[in-house]
């Protein structure tokens, strides 16, 4: 089918924009136009180095498109139509599918992650769909791409943190770090019921955003301590429900110490290095403690409950996108992205 420009990884530093084959399409594939895309945190360790993919892969897990070709077996779709795919792709068949855990596809831990990860991804003019019909999602006319550019990942991603905790009405949650993955978290908490919602972060246009999508109280860690600040809030009684949304040693520890005896700590975070539980924190083992790991839940059904939430008006998840480039300057917006300048938060990349 020609030729396509791609956004490839080349080593570690280097993610360059260069000519690749449109695929060709299998039986149960879907090959999608992108009209947008965008560039996460996990992109952004891909080109450090600091998560090994193979050299020569197209990167990007976040697909807004519209169907080329669809494979002999996909039913249920049309060419022509508006769709969207989760960063992660379920078979839908598997032991660990049918068993519920979708983003383990195939008994592997993120064997679900396939865009930018196993084959090639979505920062490209086109994208192949693997298990289409397991995966692509329509998008309703009366929605942007922009309006749901964040159900492949971060929206799915946010909420399952919530979701995962177990929020229940009249919670209060604490959530650490207000990027994207923390602010959507921030709101998937509000739509869960909680009643009072504290995040941690310092950025102040993450701040304001972080109220926008629903905190309550904001607590700048550059000025005053976080764990202090949320046992005095909750009068030493701690929080039902503590999210990490960073995934560092320091944000882990910190949600452990605020996390009630018998609450939650919803752990969203990639982890590199040791991570360890301080016995303190963690009570010798006795708090009656949950500390419950999410990977971002993909496949059709929950994309199409997310894009419902979107469509209900309850959600705006919009003014996230801060930046918006063409897929031929994506290496410039790698450089903004990875070095947080100028308040982005999320770029919309359209060929």
């Known amino acids: 089918m020609g030729m396509m420009k791609a956004a490839i990884f080349v080593e570690p530093g280097r993610i360059v924009i260069d000519d690749k084959p449109v695929p060709d399409i299998g039986p149960t594939e879907a090959l999608i136009k992108i009209t947008t895309t965008t560039i ?8 450090k180095g600091e998560y090994p993919v193979e050299p020569g892969l197209t990167v990007g897990h976040e697909p807004v498109g ?127 019921g909680a009643t009072r919602i504290i995040t941690v972060e310092t950025v102040p246009e993450r701040i304001a955003m972080s109220k926008a999508m629903g905190a309550d109280i904001v607590i700048d860690f550059n000025a005053e301590d976080p764990v202090d600040r949320i046992m005095e809030l909750t009068q030493e009684r701690g929080v039902d429900v503590a999210i990490e949304a960073l995934g560092t040693q320091e944000t882990f520890e910190a949600c452990l110490r605020v996390a009630k005896p018998g609450g939650t700590v919803s752990s969203l975070g990639v982890y590199s290095g040791k991570l360890s539980l301080p016995v303190d924190a963690f009570a010798a083992g006795l708090g009656d403690h949950h500390i419950v790991t999410t990977l971002c839940p993909g496949g059709k059904e929950r994309m199409r409950r997310l894009i419902e939430v979107v469509a209900s008006g309850r959600v705006d998840l919009k003014p996230l996108v801060t930046h918006r480039f063409d897929l031929e300057d994506i290496e410039a917006a790698y450089d903004l992205f990875a070095h947080q300048r100028d308040g982005v938060l999320k770029i919309a990349v359209t060929p």
């Open 40 to 47: 996460c945190g996990t992109d952004v360790h891909i080109l």
């Open 66 to 192: 519209i169907i080329a070709a669809l494979g002999s077996a996909v039913n249920g779709f049309r060419e022509g139509e508006r769709v969207i795919a989760g960063a992660i792709t379920p078979c839908g068949q598997c032991f660990s599918c049918l068993d519920g855990h979708l983003a383990q596809c195939r008994g592997e831990a993120i064997g679900g992650w396939r865009f930018g990860n196993t084959i090639d991804g979505a920062q490209a003019e086109y994208l192949l769909v693997p298990d289409a019909a397991a995966n692509l999602t329509r998008v309703p006319e009366h929605l942007s791409d922009e309006q749901v550019l964040m159900c492949p990942d971060i929206m799915s991603t946010g909420f399952s943190g919530a979701e995962s905790g177990g929020i229940r009405i009249g919670d209060t949650v604490a959530i650490f770090a207000q990027g994207p993955i923390g602010l959507c978290a921030t709101a998937g908490a509000k739509l869960c």
